[in-house]
């Protein structure tokens, strides 16, 4: 017997017009969507007049949570998963939720992507040439592994991209600014903040220019940030 039915939903990134028709069909026809804050989905859904019940899924969410969702998905529910903003799986716990349920339910149950907005995929489309192949990491552990990741970044032949929050892009920026000096391996950084949004902002240079840009103005801090680092080509 088939069990239900498993959708990854995109959902925007900050611009609530970036939903596909097919993401709002879905949305619209799920027995239930499962979202990281339910309060946060629910701005969605009202925009869209989705009326489709709620549950939460996060990070902080147990065994039970997961053995719930299986639940429903082997009664024949079908089910939409949602992360806060852009694409579920991408550094958000939706990863470990499909894999729970491949594990458990294996072929009896249909597993969708219902692509859209991803902030990795939109800071790629604005940066320009150079970004056909890179290193993604998503965010830097805060403290254990961190600078064993940013040695690694400074030795990729890759471009690297890396999610940052407003509460340690300026750290970031002062470690690559640092780390780029003792080596002296240069690197050109570029920072996408507020994708989508009303102040989105994309700023270009070395790190240490772009840590001076953002030191310049407070406001400049608010809002999620992609930080895309490549190493620096000198013209000959």
């Given amino acids: 017997m088939t069990s239900g039915i498993l959708n990854i939903v995109a959902t925007p990134i900050g611009n609530l017009e970036d939903v596909s028709w097919r993401a709002g069909r ?15 989905t ?17 990070q902080h969410s147990g065994e039970l949570k997961i053995d719930k969702i299986i639940e ?20 958000d716990p939706g990863g470990r939720l499909v894999s729970a349920v491949r594990a458990e339910l294996g072929d009896e ?18 940066a320009g040439a150079g970004f ?19 040695k690694e970044i400074m030795a990729s032949d890759y471009p690297v991209i890396l999610y940052e929050s407003k509460h340690r892009i300026l750290k970031l920026l ?16 570029m920072v996408a903040r507020e994708l989508t ?4 902002s994309f700023y270009t240079g070395t790190p240490t220019e772009i840590l001076a840009d953002l030191q310049q103005d407070p406001n400049c801090l608010k809002g999620e940030f992609v930080v895309l680092i490549q190493k620096l080509r000198i013209k000959k």
């Fill in 132 to 150: 056909d192949r890179f290193l993604f990491l998503g965010f830097l552990p805060h403290k254990k592994g961190r600078q064993t990741m940013l």
């Fill in 174 to 189: 002062a470690e690559l600014a640092k780390m780029s000096e003792t080596s002296g391996e240069k690197r050109q950084v």
């Fill in 42 to 58: 629910k701005k969605l859904l009202d925009h869209y007049q989705i009326k489709t019940p709620t549950i939460s899924y996060h």
């Fill in 109 to 126: 149950v249909k597993i969708v992507s219902i692509p859209g907005a991803s902030a990795l995929s939109a800071a790629v489309s604005i």
């Fill in 72 to 91: 429903l998905l082997r009664a024949g529910k079908n089910l939409a998963l949602v992360t806060d903003a852009g694409t579920p799986g991408i550094s």
């Fill in 26 to 40: 879905i949305l619209k026809e799920a027995d239930f969507v499962l979202c990281e804050d339910t309060r946060v």
């Fill in 197 to 200: 949004k009303l102040y989105e």
